[in-house]
């Protein structure tokens, strides 16, 4: 069982920069694939970017060159640093970890970002 806490959400203006972290506990993060997605008001839920447990990375284009998603197996976390922020991307952002083997999925509670002038 992975228990997910993301933090670091907040309101920001345009062109602003946030870091969203995503703290785990019940189990050794290192050996799960991490995700963020995000949920806009009216929207699916959509991927955003991965880091695979190898530290391969893929992003969604839409953010592709303003974010970068990292981990920390050390401090069992995983972050993603947002820059350049538009209005497009205020939503809840997700952190998921999945599982290599089992395909188990965990999810966190979301933290909100806004970006408003």
């Known amino acids: 069982q992975v228990q997910l806490v993301e933090s670091g959400g907040g309101l920001v203006q345009p062109g602003e920069s946030l870091t969203l972290s995503c703290v785990a506990s019940?189990?050794?993060?290192?050996?799960?694939?991490l995700d963020w997605y995000r949920q806009a008001p009216g929207d699916v839920r959509e991927w955003v970017a991965t880091i695979a447990a190898a530290g391969t990375t893929t992003y969604t284009s839409s953010v592709k060159g303003r974010c970068t998603i990292s981990r920390d197996n050390t401090k069992n976390t995983l972050y993603l640093q947002m820059n350049g922020l538009k209005s497009e991307d205020t939503a809840v952002y997700y952190c998921r970890a999945r599982h290599p083997m089992n395909g188990r999925v965990y999810w966190g509670q979301g933290t909100q970002v806004t970006v408003s002038s």
């Open positions: 019940g189990s050794i993060l290192s050996i799960y694939h």
